[in-house]
């Protein structure tokens, strides 16, 4: 277990390092940072002072090693739009996009493991149809489009629930089922393929031929094997999520990370989109590390 964990974290660290790189190359690939800075009526010469005053005018790997060495620290510098500390601006921001984002998920696996396991257990017939209907529709469903549809049914017409804000809990409802939705699918699909096969093995006969009740079997044998390979699929979903909720923060004006970089893009504040980029892309390795070694725990031959 220790090689293992070893080996995964050599890996993780590996990824670490290509999206330090990558997010820092892409800001430099997209223009003239202290063009951009200035603005479109800015003199040359005041063009030249941004860009001694920023280190732009050092060598571009002088200026990687300085930003990743102060980015270990988490000093991201400071924005340039909002006028502070680029950390502040996350740390503010970053418990909404999180509780989205655990709502979310919890809203997915609320729905698509039942589901799933049910299209299982009622293969080949119109309930296992209708999930996997369900699955196509949530997968091939622009998740602004469903937002948009939801706000239009529960908050314009029915009355019942906030159309934007993050005052209240009310006003997570909608976000959260719509981002649940898109990562339902994939667990859903999951989650009944590892039932199909859990449920056709040999121990899962033994235990039927014993009498055990079927719902003994189907919880404690069936599920509780055919769930592990979700863990990991739950973790990445929800570093999807984090990544995606930039689009329906945008649309249900939630004052998130995602709102956060919308606004960063459209204004060029550079310091604030690299370092949201960055803060997520590293969630999303350690949330990644993290499920493979918990499946290593619960299945030794994942250690193989």
Request: zero cysteines; glycine letters at 6%; proline letters at 4%.
């Amino acid at each position: 277990m220790l090689r293992f964990m070893i080996q995964r974290s050599l890996v993780a660290l590996a990824v670490a390092v290509t999206v330090s790189v990558a997010s820092f190359m892409l800001l430099h690939l997209s223009g003239d940072l202290a063009t951009a800075i200035a603005g479109p009526e800015a003199t040359s010469v005041q063009v030249e002072a941004i860009r001694t005053q920023y280190g732009l005018d050092q060598p571009l790997l002088t200026q990687f090693f300085a930003w990743a060495a102060r980015a270990i620290q988490l000093d991201f510098g400071n924005s340039f739009y909002f006028r502070e500390s680029v950390i502040d601006l996350l740390a503010a921001r970053m418990p909404i996009t999180l509780f989205l984002g655990v709502v979310a998920l919890a809203v997915a696996l609320f729905v698509a493991i039942p589901l799933g396991v049910l299209a299982a257990v009622k293969r080949d017939t119109w309930i296992d149809r209708a999930a996997l209907s369900v699955s196509v529709l949530g997968q091939a469903m622009p998740s602004f489009w469903f937002g948009l549809t939801l706000i239009m049914i529960f908050s314009v017409n029915l009355r019942w629930l906030p159309v934007s804000g993050n005052t209240t809990w009310k006003h997570f409802v909608l976000p959260a089922i719509a981002l649940g939705y898109y990562a339902m699918p994939a667990v859903m699909r999951l989650t009944r393929n590892g039932m199909l096969e859990v449920l056709a093995s040999d121990y899962v006969r033994t235990a039927r031929a014993k009498g055990l009740p079927p719902r003994k079997i189907l919880i404690r044998h069936a599920l509780r094997n055919a769930v592990i390979p979700v863990i990991a699929l739950a973790a990445v979903q929800f570093g999807f999520m984090l990544g995606g909720s930039i689009v329906i923060e945008a649309v249900f004006s939630l004052q998130g990370l995602g709102q956060l970089a919308w606004e960063s893009i459209a204004r060029n504040d550079f310091p604030v989109v690299q370092a949201i980029v960055l803060v997520l892309a590293m969630i999303y390795i350690a949330l990644t590390l993290a499920a493979d070694l918990l499946n290593a725990f619960l299945d030794p031959r994942l250690r193989q």
